[in-house]
């Protein structure tokens, strides 16, 4: 597996990243697929024994009990802090990216972590409500203050993350290294003006969902899963493309089968080519990762990648937020 640094950070990370939200309770009865903190402990020891090094939840996911459940099982394997790469996210929690709201959240975050710092922090979203200086200046005093070594952003138009890079750069800020966006090889939306940003500005790319909630792991009749029968959130995104998709899946299934490997490593394979530095794996079974840590050893040829493509139609936006009603940015 390969490691490479998230931006000019500093921060080296694995090619996979666990993903968080896979982790922690179900108080609202929508992820009744997520694990419980024993079960999280043997999935973050088995990622951690593979080599991956990295990683990423948020405050809301579990109602923070993913943070929590993360923190007890680093501490309970007696994984040295410099070991391992943490990052979470602020904004679906009350004041969004207020300055008040981030100085609150972070406190929050650490203290279920149990560490005295992050090595990312990340904006899940972009905030209409909040000007984009007082987001950037809070952020900012973080990087100051040691709490956040880096910060990082999530799904968003291309112009808001240009807007507040410039703000960063206009008053002396901390730049975001990362941007956590929405991409697979069914929903490639981004390549059109975010993902082009990201790389003009030198900020590291680390997709969430890069496995559709396993409609790229399985042939596109296998729905068997229980993620893929109960998971809301990935119903929601991917559905109603299903006519759109099964072109792509099925040529998936099929270059798989040439290189006799799994879909998800030929889909893992795809992204790591397109230019992503880690990609965040869901699991929720340590054997999932297995296969993850081989796909950036995949060599995918020219032919591969045309072919792969080929198929895609365009989707609707699925990951900004919408701008609210008469506002024009």
Not at 155 to 160: D, E, G, L, N, P
Not at 215 to 242: C, G, I, N, W
Not at 283 to 301: G, I, M, N
Request: with cysteine; glycine share 6%; net charge negative.
């Amino acid at each position: 597996m390969k490691y490479t640094e998230l931006g000019s950070s500093g921060i080296r990370v694995s090619s996979v990243c666990i993903g968080g939200m896979s982790f922690g309770l179900d108080p609202e009865g929508k992820q009744s697929w997520t694990l419980d903190e024993k079960q999280t402990e043997n999935v973050i020891a088995h990622a951690l024994d593979k080599g991956i090094n990295f990683i990423d939840t948020a405050n809301q996911y579990g109602a923070g009990t993913s943070e929590l459940f993360i923190g007890k099982a680093l501490k309970h394997l007696n994984v040295p802090r410099d070991k391992v790469v943490l990052a979470s996210k602020v904004f679906y929690n009350d004041g969004k990216l207020s300055r008040k709201a981030i100085f609150r959240e972070i406190e929050g975050s650490l203290q279920r972590l149990q560490t005295d710092y992050l090595d990312l922090y990340q904006i899940h979203r972009f905030d209409y409500d909040t000007p984009i200086e007082e987001t950037m200046e809070a952020l900012n005093e973080l990087v100051v203050q040691g709490k956040v070594r880096a910060i990082g952003a999530s799904s968003m138009y291309a112009y808001q993350l240009m807007n507040m890079m410039h703000c960063a750069e206009t008053r002396g800020y901390a730049k975001f290294v990362t941007m956590q966006d929405h991409w697979n090889l069914i929903y490639r939306e981004d390549e059109r003006e975010l993902i082009p940003v990201c790389k003009q500005n030198s900020i590291s790319l680390i997709p969430y969902s890069p496995l559709a909630a396993g409609r790229l792991a399985r042939p596109f009749e296998d729905h068997s899963s229980r993620r893929a029968m109960t998971d809301a959130v990935a119903k929601r995104r991917y559905d109603a493309s299903q006519k759109l998709d099964e072109g792509v899946i099925r040529r998936l299934e099929e270059i798989a089968a040439k290189y006799n490997v799994s879909m998800s490593r030929t889909a893992l394979a795809w992204l790591y080519q397109k230019g992503a530095a880690s990609v965040l794996i869901g699991a929720t079974d340590p054997k999932h990762f297995d296969d993850a840590v081989q796909a950036d050893e995949l060599p995918l040829s020219e032919e591969d990648i045309a072919d792969l493509e080929a198929l895609y139609q365009p989707h609707p936006l699925k990951g900004p937020l919408p701008r609210p009603a008469g506002r024009e940015f």
